[in-house]
């Protein structure tokens, strides 16, 4: 029973770091119907940010509470207007054009921003510090979570209640909905899209920072490859769960996370992708658009 | 109707200009004149640049060193450097790309997946590849590259050590046995599983392969303490390796690991930082007290100002090896090379009949005190 306890726990802490990655995936999709595929590299340069801003705190010998605010803030604000500055690069310019050139766009975003931190920073891989203050309390059931995994399950519930509490009760979330809906229209009542479209991919940026610097820490290393990796998983996560749909996202990363956690706990590793994989399989075959998808029935 | 000419005069003229170049290439290689052409391949950027670096500085010293002399043959070397960043689909463009730049030897790959699909390429050519750190036994053992030579002892060599040195000096009974799927990783991993049972001494508890790259190893670290295992093989390379060390640590399962020269790389102990204290690693012989070994490393400092990497040494006598070769050979020809390649050398290196180094081996290293220090 322990052992099933701490593969669902294994399984629930993988699935959070899908979900704060597959968040703003899943946001900006839901806006403008693009897959941001630059999404992974944004988080990689927010665990990149937090890594350098930790080591010149820790230099100055600040306490950890402090250096994880620090570099957690520094980070959501760089990547932040990464994200931004990739929106208006990227993406402004091809708005009206087929959407299989945006797709391109992002893919050679992706690939621009990992070399350039490549260039940039180093191809080895960098030690993490762990920024997350161990827990006394939690020191007897260490062997089963840990307040690393604890900080990534709070944080991803956090960043989801907050994101749906936007997009339903806030104008902001209104004009977000609407542009969604139909961009022209909202347009012409007056919506300032430009900007809705830009603060959306501003806050899927900061949860990819701050995905990053939680579980850059929880992991214990970076190297500038790290986004792939964790892009496609997350974006697989947003399919599943009916990609555009905030809560979605999180119940397809979860569903992710324990496919893959018990499918090596049960059954061997060696076919962690398989079951994943199948998994997506099945469900797309019997529900297209995805667990919490809405249907892609549009009025001409 | 005049369209259809015009493309079919220009595919004739394309065909003509191929064959004479075909032609050019094939009477440039019977002149004995022109500089010596030395193709260095392997993963120069990438995640894994830092094995492929080093062998980049040691071949730049030697040939340095050669045409400061005078060369080989009368005949200056020329360096003609390729990156295959590690990937098998990369490797053989690399290949096709060193061959068309007429290269007369190669020095490289790095790793075992991409020399592997370069091989077949250069043996095509009659193109002697000698890796300084290719470790995947049936590059040799299975006969199929006699153009292939390497410095460096292969995979199961290194898996009987490691099953060995777990056997006999930590004395455990149960073992998990862990893999990365790589060419590399999986088929020591399989060597040593292989040998475990063979010794009848000791239990594999857990043979998997791990996803590499995955965010976490949670649930096959959890699966290690419910196998029971006292002690974990593993197979693959350090990025894997040191993540999976961590996440053991910090789920305070404490038994030793024992892993590969992938592994025994001091970027592996920069990443993993207090949890790389006490991990086995197995490694190339020690040979720094060579004076040759010496000479190379003072050479390395005075002109990089810092100590060499991973596999430095076994390039520098790769490097060595091969130019040597050529100037016992009397030419850069394929046959003459790689029997004088067989016969002893100056620097008192010989290869058998498949191509392995005589004499090189492993040794067991362990990390104390933030460095690989080796047990005798």
């Given at each position: 029973?322990?052992?099933?306890?701490?593969?669902?726990?294994?399984?629930?802490?993988?699935?959070?770091?899908?979900?704060?990655?597959?968040?703003?995936?899943?946001?900006?999709?839901?806006?403008?119907?693009?897959?941001?595929?630059?999404?992974?590299?944004?988080?990689?340069?927010?665990?990149?940010?937090?890594?350098?801003?930790?080591?010149?705190?820790?230099?100055?010998?600040?306490?950890?509470?402090?250096?994880?605010?620090?570099?957690?803030?520094?980070?959501?604000?760089?990547?932040?207007?990464?994200?931004?500055?990739?929106?208006?690069?990227?993406?402004?310019?091809?708005?009206?054009?087929?959407?299989?050139?945006?797709?391109?766009?992002?893919?050679?975003?992706?690939?621009?921003?990992?070399?350039?931190?490549?260039l940039a920073q180093t191809s080895d891989f960098l030690s993490f510090p762990n920024l997350i203050p161990e827990l006394k309390f939690i020191e007897p059931?260490?062997?089963?979570?840990?307040?690393?995994?604890?900080?990534?399950?709070?944080?991803?519930?956090?960043?989801?209640?907050?994101?749906?509490?936007?997009?339903?009760?806030?104008?902001?979330?209104?004009?977000?909905?609407?542009?969604?809906?139909?961009?022209?229209?909202?347009?012409?009542?007056?919506?300032?899209?430009?900007?809705?479209?830009?603060?959306?991919?501003?806050?899927?940026?900061?949860?990819?920072?701050?995905?990053?610097?939680?579980?850059?820490?929880?992991?214990?290393?970076?190297?500038?490859?790290?986004?792939?990796?964790?892009?496609?998983?997350?974006?697989?996560?947003?399919?599943?769960?009916?990609?555009?749909?905030?809560?979605?996202?999180?119940?397809?990363?979860?569903?992710?996370?324990?496919?893959?956690?018990?499918?090596?706990?049960?059954?061997?590793?060696?076919?962690?992708?398989?079951?994943?994989?199948?998994?997506?399989?099945?469900?797309?075959?019997?529900?297209?658009?995805?667990?919490?998808?809405?249907?892609?029935?549009?009025?001409? | 109707?005049?369209?259809?000419?015009?493309?079919?005069?220009?595919?004739?003229?394309?065909?003509?200009?191929?064959?004479?170049?075909?032609?050019?290439?094939?009477?440039?290689?019977?002149?004995?004149?022109?500089?010596?052409?030395?193709?260095?391949?392997?993963?120069?950027?990438?995640?894994?640049?830092?094995?492929?670096?080093?062998?980049?500085?040691?071949?730049?010293?030697?040939?340095?060193?050669?045409?400061?002399?005078?060369?080989?043959?009368?005949?200056?070397?020329?360096?003609?450097?390729?990156?295959?960043?590690?990937?098998?689909?990369?490797?053989?463009?690399?290949?096709?790309?060193?061959?068309?730049?007429?290269?007369?030897?190669?020095?490289?790959?790095?790793?075992?997946?991409?020399?592997?699909?370069?091989?077949?390429?250069?043996?095509?050519?009659?193109?002697?590849?000698?890796?300084?750190?290719?470790?995947?036994?049936?590059?040799?053992?299975?006969?199929?590259?006699?153009?292939?030579?390497?410095?460096?002892?292969?995979?199961?060599?290194?898996?009987?050590?490691?099953?060995?040195?777990?056997?006999?000096?930590?004395?455990?009974?149960?073992?998990?046995?862990?893999?990365?799927?790589?060419?590399?990783?999986?088929?020591?991993?399989?060597?040593?599983?292989?040998?475990?049972?063979?010794?009848?001494?000791?239990?594999?508890?857990?043979?998997?392969?791990?996803?590499?790259?995955?965010?976490?190893?949670?649930?096959?670290?959890?699966?290690?303490?419910?196998?029971?295992?006292?002690?974990?093989?593993?197979?693959?390379?350090?990025?894997?390796?040191?993540?999976?060390?961590?996440?053991?640590?910090?789920?305070?399962?404490?038994?030793?690991?024992?892993?590969?020269?992938?592994?025994?790389?001091?970027?592996?102990?920069?990443?993993?930082?207090?949890?790389?204290?006490?991990?086995?690693?197995?490694?190339?012989?020690?040979?720094?007290?060579?004076?040759?070994?010496?000479?190379?490393?003072?050479?390395?400092?005075?002109?990089?100002?810092?100590?060499?990497?991973?596999?430095?040494?076994?390039?520098?006598?790769?490097?060595?090896?091969?130019?040597?070769?050529?100037?016992?050979?009397?030419?850069?020809?394929?046959?003459?090379?790689?029997?004088?390649?067989?016969?002893?050398?100056?620097?008192?290196?010989?290869?058998?009949?498949?191509?392995?180094?005589?004499?090189?081996?492993?040794?067991?290293?362990?990390?104390?005190?933030?460095?690989?220090?080796?047990?005798?």
């Amino acid at each position: 029973m322990e052992y099933f306890l701490e593969i669902f726990l294994g399984g629930l802490t993988r699935g959070s770091i899908y979900a704060l990655i597959a968040l703003g995936y899943t946001m900006v999709y839901g806006i403008i119907q693009l897959i941001n595929f630059a999404h992974g590299e944004i988080y990689m340069i927010g665990a990149f940010t937090a890594l350098i801003v930790a080591s010149v705190l820790t230099m100055l010998g600040l306490n950890t509470i402090s250096i994880l605010v620090l570099a957690s803030i520094a980070a959501v604000i760089y990547a932040s207007a990464y994200g931004f500055t990739v929106e208006k690069i990227a993406y402004k310019p091809l708005r009206h054009a087929p959407r299989l050139s945006a797709l391109i766009s992002a893919i050679g975003m992706s690939m621009f921003l990992s070399n350039y931190v490549l260039l940039a920073q180093t191809s080895d891989f960098l030690s993490f510090p762990n920024l997350i203050p161990e827990l006394k309390f939690i020191e007897p059931y260490s062997h089963i979570i840990r307040s690393n995994e604890i900080a990534i399950l709070v944080t991803t519930t956090a960043v989801m209640i907050v994101l749906t509490f936007i997009i339903k009760f806030t104008k902001m979330g209104k004009a977000m909905r609407a542009t969604s809906q139909d961009r022209e229209m909202a347009m012409l009542v007056g919506v300032d899209v430009n900007r809705v479209i830009s603060v959306t991919f501003i806050i899927g940026s900061a949860t990819a920072a701050l995905g990053g610097v939680l579980i850059a820490s929880h992991v214990g290393q970076i190297n500038f490859y790290i986004g792939f990796i964790a892009g496609i998983k997350a974006f697989v996560a947003a399919v599943l769960g009916g990609i555009g749909s905030i809560p979605g996202a999180v119940l397809g990363s979860l569903i992710l996370g324990w496919t893959e956690s018990f499918a090596t706990g049960y059954v061997s590793s060696d076919y962690e992708d398989v079951f994943a994989f199948i998994f997506l399989v099945l469900i797309l075959i019997f529900k297209p658009s995805g667990i919490l998808g809405r249907s892609e029935s549009r009025a001409v | 109707m005049r369209k259809k000419h015009f493309k079919n005069l220009f595919l004739i003229i394309l065909i003509f200009c191929l064959s004479g170049f075909f032609l050019f290439s094939c009477e440039k290689k019977e002149e004995a004149t022109g500089p010596i052409k030395l193709g260095v391949a392997g993963a120069h950027s990438g995640d894994l640049a830092s094995y492929g670096i080093p062998s980049i500085n040691a071949a730049k010293l030697v040939v340095e060193e050669i045409n400061a002399k005078g060369g080989v043959l009368g005949r200056k070397i020329e360096l003609f450097i390729e990156d295959d960043a590690c990937k098998p689909e990369l490797a053989t463009n690399t290949a096709t790309k060193l061959i068309s730049q007429q290269v007369h030897v190669v020095l490289g790959h790095i790793c075992s997946g991409a020399t592997k699909a370069a091989l077949g390429i250069y043996k095509d050519s009659n193109i002697i590849c000698m890796s300084p750190s290719a470790t995947n036994p049936s590059l040799t053992q299975s006969g199929n590259y006699p153009n292939f030579f390497r410095t460096i002892a292969s995979d199961d060599s290194q898996a009987r050590l490691e099953v060995d040195f777990t056997l006999k000096e930590l004395k455990v009974t149960k073992i998990a046995v862990l893999h990365d799927k790589g060419d590399y990783g999986k088929g020591l991993a399989e060597y040593v599983k292989q040998f475990l049972e063979e010794s009848d001494k000791a239990e594999v508890v857990l043979y998997e392969g791990v996803t590499p790259n995955a965010v976490d190893y949670t649930a096959v670290v959890q699966k290690i303490k419910r196998s029971g295992a006292q002690a974990v093989i593993f197979g693959g390379y350090h990025p894997e390796a040191s993540k999976i060390v961590m996440q053991m640590r910090k789920k305070n399962i404490d038994i030793p690991f024992i892993s590969d020269d992938g592994v025994r790389d001091d970027t592996f102990i920069k990443v993993a930082g207090e949890y790389a204290e006490g991990v086995y690693a197995t490694g190339p012989k020690d040979i720094s007290t060579n004076p040759l070994a010496i000479a190379a490393v003072e050479a390395h400092k005075k002109v990089y100002g810092k100590d060499p990497g991973a596999f430095f040494l076994e390039a520098y006598s790769a490097t060595l090896a091969l130019l040597n070769a050529i100037e016992k050979a009397g030419s850069t020809d394929y046959e003459a090379v790689s029997k004088a390649l067989r016969t002893e050398l100056d620097g008192k290196i010989k290869f058998d009949e498949r191509g392995d180094a005589i004499g090189v081996g492993f040794a067991m290293y362990q990390v104390q005190k933030s460095v690989y220090v080796e047990i005798k």
